[in-house]
């Protein structure tokens, strides 16, 4: 990387708690970073929320604007009436150079717009992916118990090149931020066999399993997904959609019956209780907010899109997740590997 | 329903453990039906079994064949090469009048095509469905904890009427066979509003919204499965599929986290210990199998699909939603809504 100092552009008025936890994720951020942060919003909110926490005062910089959008907006509506919005102002600073990764807690229609709308995509790219990372009980013994999924609803469809661009994508993400060598990588479908599922999946494991420098493992089904089977799930977004919001309910359902057993007879309080120490372990590892939020990527720069419910914690980890990433070049590493796809495919 | 005697085709030779479940199952369900059960499949296995158990010997046959097909049996291949097998003679007798529903324990490959090769399909309907019975955790206090959800797996994608036909399905399922009168009908989709999703499902919504005889509640999101928000959820089979198999996953990843607090230190292991009372409780819920297996919908008889794994009992469940399905003249029913539909569609 260049010797340019990092910017971070936070969009400070997004999300349920804003501005009060980004300002708070950015003053804690400030305190263990040479990276710069904007905090974009309304001056006298942040300010106001300044006062609350120590900070280092070389690293905190307001961009003023005193439009946002809530998440009552439909982002569509919301994006046209308030083109100074802080989240779509993140953005164009993206753009303009004036910084190197965005982090916003707002609705994920809002800050993929506010993208689409600013800033490029990596050369080649048609599709940009939403992704998460998810929690696995790890069967197999990877290296990371967590599990990299794209896209998850930023498309419903997509081509067999889009299937592959997001492998490369999900695989520059896990080696750059994951630290793993050299990650699986899995489609999502309805069988195993390599000629289950519809034309592009059809299409696109033909693809993956030809690419020397992808990992691939094969198609992996729904119940595979928790196991852990691949660092890199790819999935065409409908189907990722469903995928992740189907084990969110399920978890769900299972802390509501967790509940229930708190509510019910005196014995099965007790057994909680035995249990409080487990399960505390266990919802610290899924509650995988705390390890910097949800990327967006084929932009041809790192957004970072934190829960709406982000605690200060969370919204802090995610700029530490974009400062890393613009640390390590991410963004070069998949533009290189989605470009010698692009001319090798052509030939 | 006519007075002639109801026969039900069962597949003596389909599943992991048969003929030993599924002659058990038959044995069983003679003591408490009129109803004739055909036991189809080698008879001098089935005669050993049959030793085994008390039964009413007016009510079980056999019809004997030595072909079976096993799990390890690619099923298009095995339909090919033996066309006496157990689970093909089971549809054959059904095609001929000779039996009313069948039910086979055997790979749903299998089945199905067996069913393809032999059996009708409800006049109007283009495409088979695949159900299974799913437990809720009921949000909404529906009548029933049960969900239906088709099709699973039976269809890669598919057309605006195809899900109508499911819906019309699902509905007679529901109604007739799990007792809820007026069954509440959703489209598993990526958003809740109606613009939301593929063409087919943009379409289907507004099909299913203009149907005055379904009680359409609009799209559902993955994370409303569990929560039951629907007695039947439609959906393509690409995306039911994966939506089962991922809350299959993901309730086997709980099962293996108890299973490591069994394990784990002394105190975690009396928290279970105290807690087992509860867990049976939910573990009976959740073993949905004892509910009688899963449907194939959309031909002119009745194909009930256990479990490969299933128990005597389940399998037994299994012959008796058959029974209750041709007394109640389920197929009669979907019969009829799907011919008004389509009759109305072409106006």
């Known amino acids: 990387m260049t010797n340019k100092p990092i910017t971070i552009a936070i969009d400070a008025m997004g999300g349920d708690h804003a501005p009060q936890i980004t300002v708070e994720g950015a003053c804690r951020m400030s305190l263990e970073t040479s990276a710069n942060l904007l905090l974009i919003g309304n001056e006298v909110k942040i300010n106001a929320e300044l006062k609350k926490h120590t900070y280092n005062k070389e690293r905190i910089k307001i961009v003023h604007t005193p439009d946002e959008i809530t998440m009552e907006d439909s982002p569509r509506i919301a994006i046209r009436e ?49 992704g998460t990372i998810y929690p696995t009980y790890n069967e197999q013994q990877r290296e990371n118990i967590f599990s990299l999924i794209l896209d998850i609803g930023a498309n419903i469809t997509n081509t067999p090149d889009d299937l592959v661009h997001f492998a490369y994508m999900g695989v520059s993400y896990k080696k750059k931020l994951m630290h793993v060598e050299s990650p699986t990588v899995a489609l999502l479908n309805i069988g195993a066999e390599e000629y289950k599922g519809n034309d592009t999946m059809k299409k696109a494991y033909q693809l993956l399993a030809s690419r020397p420098d992808i990992n691939f493992i094969g198609n992996i089904e729904g119940n595979d997904l928790v196991k852990g089977k691949a ?117």
Chains 1, 2 share one sequence.
């Open 82 to 130: 308030k083109p100074n919005a802080s989240v779509l102002l993140a953005a164009k600073l993206l753009n303009e150079g004036k910084a190197d990764a965005m982090v916003s807690a707002g609705s994920t229609g809002a800050v993929i717009l506010s993208a689409a709308i600013h800033i490029e995509r990596i050369p080649g790219v048609k599709r940009t992916a939403l």
């Open 231 to 347: 660092d890199v799930v790819v999935a065409e977004g409908m189907i990722g959609n469903i995928a992740v919001k189907t084990m969110e309910g399920t978890v769900e359902a299972v802390k509501k019956l967790a509940k229930m057993a708190l509510k019910g007879k005196l014995i099965w309080k007790f057994g909680m209780l035995c249990l409080s120490g487990g399960i505390k372990k266990i919802m610290k590892i899924a509650n995988y907010e705390e390890y910097g939020g949800a990327p967006i990527l084929g932009f041809n720069k790192i957004i970072i899109k934190s829960h709406g419910r982000s605690t200060a914690r969370a919204f802090k980890n995610g700029i530490k997740v974009a400062i890393q990433a613009v640390t390590d070049d991410m963004i070069g590493i998949m533009r290189d590997s989605i470009s010698q796809f692009e001319s090798e495919k052509e030939k």
